[in-house]
C-alpha cells in the first residue's frame, strides 16, 4: 500500500483553522463601522484584536442597549441636529463611546449634537477626556459631577434629550431620575443595578408591616427581603415616572445568562402626569411601610388632585 501524502505546508492545521474561525466569529460580533482602535482603548479588545469572554459579554450588553437607543436618537435627529445625551455614572463610558462612534461620528462636522458623561471618579473623567481628544471626538465632554451639581451646572444645557444610566448602583439609578425630571428629558434608558436602599429600608421597618399585612409575607425571610426589594424599587420607580407624565417600557437588556441586573426601563415624555400612577404609588408605598421614602420616589405637587392630570 501507498503511504498517505504528506500534508501541503499551506494548508492549515487545526490549530489555524480554530483560530480564523475565532477571529471571523468576533468580526461578526463587532458592528460594521465601529472603531476597532476605540475598542482596544477601552480594553474591549486586546491589543492584538481578540475578545475575550468578559469583554464579549460587556460589549453584547452595550450593543443591544444601544439597539434600543438608536431609534430615539433617530426620532430626534429628524427634528433638529443639536441633540443632548447625558450618561450618568458613566463609569469608563463604553455606552457614550460606542454611542457617539456609531451615530454620531459619521456626521459630527455638521452635527451639533453632544454626549456628556457625568462620573465623580476624578481618574475616570480624565481619562475619558483624554481618549474623546486621542479619537477626535469633539462632540463628547465629561465632567466631574454629583447629581445636584449636574442639575445646576452651566456646563450642560438647561434641557436634555435623552438621559441614560447603565448599570448604575443603588440610587445612583434615582439619582439619574431626578436629574431627567428637573431637565425635562425627553427620553430615559435605565438598567438599574444592586438595589439595597428599599430592602433596608423594608428590614427596618418589618415589624409594622408585618403585623397588619399579609402580604408582607413576600419579604419576610431575609433572602426575600433583598429579592422583593430590588423588585419593587423599579416599580415604584415606574410609577413615579408615569406620574410625571412619561409613558413607560420594561423589557430585557439581554438573556439572563449574560447578567442578572437586567431590566430596562424605557421612559418617554408625554406631557399630562398620570393620576392614578400617583395615587398607586402612594398606596404601595404605604401598604409595604415605606411611606416615609415619599421624597425619594416624589411626584409633582397635588398631582393626586390636580385637573391637569390624566386620569
Known amino acids: 500500500m501507498k503511504k498517505?501524502?504528506?500534508?501541503?505546508?499551506?494548508?492549515?492545521?487545526?490549530?489555524?483553522?480554530?483560530?480564523?474561525?475565532?477571529?471571523?466569529?468576533?468580526?461578526?460580533?463587532?458592528?460594521?463601522?465601529?472603531s476597532l482602535e476605540l475598542l482596544k482603548e477601552l480594553h474591549i479588545l486586546t491589543r492584538d484584536g481578540k475578545l475575550n469572554q468578559d469583554s464579549r459579554r460587556k460589549l453584547k450588553q452595550v450593543y443591544?442597549?444601544?439597539?434600543?437607543?438608536?431609534?430615539?436618537?433617530q426620532q430626534l435627529q429628524e427634528e433638529r441636529s443639536d441633540i443632548s445625551l447625558v450618561d450618568h455614572g458613566a463609569g469608563k463610558s463604553y455606552l457614550g463611546f460606542i454611542l457617539y462612534d456609531l451615530f454620531f461620528k459619521a456626521g459630527q462636522a455638521q452635527s451639533k449634537?453632544?454626549?456628556?458623561?457625568?462620573?465623580?471618579?476624578?481618574?475616570?473623567?480624565?481619562?475619558?477626556?483624554?481618549?474623546?481628544?486621542?479619537l477626535d471626538f469633539p462632540g463628547m465632554s465629561f465632567l466631574n459631577l454629583s447629581v445636584a451639581e449636574a442639575t445646576r451646572s452651566t456646563q450642560l444645557p438647561e434641557q436634555i434629550d435623552i438621559v441614560t444610566a447603565l448599570h448604575a448602583c443603588d440610587t445612583a439609578t434615582d439619582d439619574a431620575i431626578e436629574f431627567a425630571l428637573k431637565k425635562k428629558a425627553r427620553f430615559m434608558v435605565l438598567v438599574p443595578c444592586c438595589q439595597a436602599e428599599v430592602a433596608a429600608e423594608l428590614r427596618k421597618h418589618k415589624g409594622d408591616a408585618v403585623r397588619n399585612n399579609p402580604l408582607s409575607e413576600m419579604w419576610r425571610?431575609?433572602?426575600?427581603?433583598?429579592?422583593?426589594?430590588?423588585?419593587?424599587?423599579?416599580?415604584?420607580?415606574?410609577?413615579q415616572l408615569e406620574a410625571h407624565g412619561y409613558q413607560v417600557r420594561v423589557?430585557?437588556?439581554?438573556?439572563?445568562?449574560?447578567?442578572?441586573?437586567?431590566?430596562?426601563?424605557?421612559?418617554?415624555y408625554k406631557g399630562k402626569p398620570v393620576r392614578r400612577a400617583a395615587e398607586r404609588l402612594a398606596e404601595v408605598l404605604k401598604t409595604t411601610g415605606l411611606d416615609h421614602m415619599n421624597r425619594r420616589f416624589f411626584v409633582a405637587d397635588g398631582t393626586a388632585n390636580s385637573e391637569n392630570v390624566t386620569a
Not at 498517505?4 to 463601522?33: D, L, M, N
Not at 443591544?64 to 436618537?73: N, V
Request: with cysteine.
Open 4 to 34: 498517505s501524502a504528506k500534508k501541503s505546508a499551506t494548508q492549515p492545521t487545526q490549530v489555524q483553522a480554530t483560530a480564523a474561525a475565532s477571529t471571523s466569529q468576533e468580526k461578526h460580533e463587532i458592528r460594521p463601522g465601529q
Open 64 to 73: 443591544h442597549l444601544y439597539q434600543f437607543i438608536e431609534p430615539l436618537l
Open 113 to 134: 449634537a453632544h454626549i456628556y458623561g457625568i462620573e465623580t471618579r476624578d481618574e475616570l473623567v480624565k481619562r475619558s477626556t483624554e481618549l474623546a481628544q486621542r
Open 221 to 239: 425571610h431575609p433572602i426575600h427581603t433583598r429579592e422583593f426589594g430590588s423588585q419593587i424599587t423599579n416599580v415604584l420607580r415606574c410609577l
Open 251 to 268: 423589557t430585557e437588556l439581554v438573556g439572563w445568562e449574560h447578567s442578572m441586573k437586567n431590566e430596562l426601563i424605557i421612559a418617554e
